[in-house]
């Protein structure tokens, strides 16, 4: 998905849209058997320089909780 933002402050819905594509790669991974998910480039992990590592975090975390 592009575009996908767990962290970013300012755009909910894009924060929604990321929850709701990450939920169908959650239900494709168990349907497959999976066990472990692992995505994002390292250029998709940084953040801008007036965010908060912290809130970001928490941002990212939240997401996670709604799996």
């Known amino acids: ?10 755009d909910d819905q894009l924060r929604s849209a990321t929850l709701d594509y990450t939920k169908k790669l959650a ?7 999976g066990s472990m998910m692992v995505w994002g480039s390292p250029q998709q992990k940084s953040l801008e320089d007036e965010w908060s590592v912290e809130d970001s975090r928490q941002r990212s975390v939240e997401l996670l909780r709604h799996l």
């Open 27 to 33: 239900d494709l991974c168990h349907t497959l058997k």
């Open 1 to 10: 998905m592009a575009g996908a933002d767990s962290t970013s402050p300012t």
